[in-house]
Nanobody, 118 residues
Framework: QVQVVESGGGLVQAGGSLRLSCAAS????????LGWFRQIPGNERELVAA???????YHADSVKGRFTISRDNVQNTVFLQMDSLKPEDTAVYYC????????????WGQGTQVTVSS
């Protein structure tokens, strides 16, 4: 069982920055694919960014150039640096781990609220 715990959400003004962190357990963390998702009430959960075990990254078009995903395999942590935040970025952000690095996210965190005020 892999435990996934997010932190770093909060309230920020438009144009500001936040850094989300996600700690995932497991001795084979370096082999995981990790993703950040977000969900607005009434909407489907959407993939915001992902990073593979080989450190290939994906960023959704809506956040490209503003958000950056990275990982630290020593600390077993994945980060989401969010800059130039917009009110439409307001959502609950979830971290997920995919031990098979295949795109099938199995383990999820509890979510952290990000609120961007205009």
């Amino acid at each position: 069982q892999v435990q996934v715990v997010e932190s770093g959400g909060g309230l920020v003004q438009a144009g500001g920055s936040l850094r989300l962190s996600c700690a995932a357990s497991g001795r084979t963390f370096s082999t995981y694919r990790l993703g950040w998702f977000r969900q607005i009430p009434g909407n489907e959960r959407e993939l915001v960014a992902a990073i593979t075990s080989a450190r290939r990254t994906y960023h959704a078009d809506s956040v490209k150039g503003r958000f950056t995903i990275s990982r630290d395999n020593v600390q077993n942590t994945v980060f989401l640096q969010m800059d130039s935040l917009k009110p439409e970025d307001t959502a609950v952000y979830y971290c997920a781990a995919d031990p098979s690095d295949s795109g099938s996210y199995v383990y999820w965190g509890q979510g952290t609220q990000v609120t961007v005020s205009s």
